[in-house]
């Protein structure tokens, strides 16, 4: 809430979300969600919005004055000696990412930076990149974005997950008979994960006889482990080989993959904390391309 503090005054001064964009290094929308949502959490408007320009509301010019001592208060205490460092790493990641990857790499992390404050948030992808975007977070872990990125975002690839066929143990044929003959829980097509498995079956015309949708990979593995039906899942990062009862199956033509990464805005890249905790991920993630190698 300071950041949107800070993005609030500089508005206030400039009367204009583009100018306040400029001089803080964010989009005039990524200035424009942070006002919003600060108005939000207030519950009461901070401008008058017009064609071109913003000039305070009565609330803005009352919430203004509180603002500017809240933020010197809080510079205030980040120059007392002890203070932990105010730029912690706010993270965000998917769930399959904060149950296997995330993990080991704060361990190692934390070795490294036992000092460095750290916040992980939770979220689909699509959540993850609109925050990072919006300064939100500082980086997300995540899957890559199918569109092009703004030139302030980098993004660094970590691995190459292979979707898998998944049914209960001892169910007969190839993957087209069993989506056939058992109902079909599906990765929710909301998730750009649930979208590429919807792309690949009407890619290779195949039916499924749909039950249940559901968000979470490692929920579905379960389901599927206690006989409810048959699935599409990523593979690597969702326990699959360690849950008992589950039969994998083939997945016909070319490989169902899709690339999970690191997104980032630059500015965060000169600090230590980041590039310990990108060399962290980037470990974790080489240990676990190389056992998916091994298993194929």
């Keep these: 809430m300071i950041r949107y503090l800070r993005t609030f005054v500089v508005a206030a001064e400039a009367e ?34 017009k064609a071109k320009s913003v000039t305070l509301c009565n609330e803005g010019r009352h919430a203004l004055e509180q603002a500017t001592q809240i933020l010197d208060l809080f510079d205030g205490m980040k120059q007392q000696r002890g203070f932990p460092d105010p730029r912690g ?23 490294a930076q036992p000092a460095a404050s750290i916040n992980i948030a939770p979220g689909v992808s699509t959540e993850l990149l609109a925050k990072v975007d919006s300064h939100e977070l500082d980086l997300a872990v995540m899957l ?25 143990k001892g169910t007969p ?39 249940m949708e559901l968000d979470e990979p490692s929920v579905i593995l379960n389901m599927v482990s206690e006989g409810l039906g048959c699935s ?17 199956l083939r997945l016909p033509g070319s490989p169902l993959i899709r690339e999970i990464g690191i997104l980032a805005r630059l500015e965060v890249f000169d600090r230590p ?21 091994r298993s194929n």
């Excluded at 890559?144 to 209960?168: C, F, H, N, S, T």
């Excluded at 599906?186 to 998730?191: G, I, M, N, P, V």
């Excluded at 310990?276 to 240990?287: E, G, I």
Aim: proline share 7%; hydrophobic share 40%; no cysteine.
């Design 173 to 211: 044929g190839d993957l087209a008979e069993v989506l056939r003959t058992q109902p079909f829980i599906r990765y929710d097509r909301r998730s750009p994960g649930g979208q590429l498995v919807d792309r690949y079956l009407k890619q290779h015309g195949l039916a499924t006889m749909d039950t």
């Design 144 to 168: 890559k974005p199918r569109l092009g990125l703004p030139p302030d975002l980098k993004w660094i690839p970590l691995i190459q997950e292979r979707y898998v066929g998944i049914a209960p």
């Design 89 to 111: 790493l706010n993270i965000g990641a998917i769930s399959t990412v904060q149950a296997s990857l995330l993990p080991k790499a704060l361990q190692h992390f934390r070795r």
């Design 16 to 49: 204009s979300f583009s100018a306040a964009g400029n001089r803080l290094g964010l989009t005039q929308s990524a200035v424009s969600t942070q006002i919003r949502r600060l108005e939000d959490e207030l519950g009461f408007p901070l401008f008058d919005r």
């Design 232 to 248: 599409i899942i990523p593979g690597d990062l969702v326990p699959v080989s360690k849950v008992r009862g589950i039969r994998t």
């Design 273 to 293: 904390s980041t590039q310990t905790f990108v060399d962290s991920l980037t470990v974790q993630a080489a240990k676990i391309g190389k056992r998916s190698s």
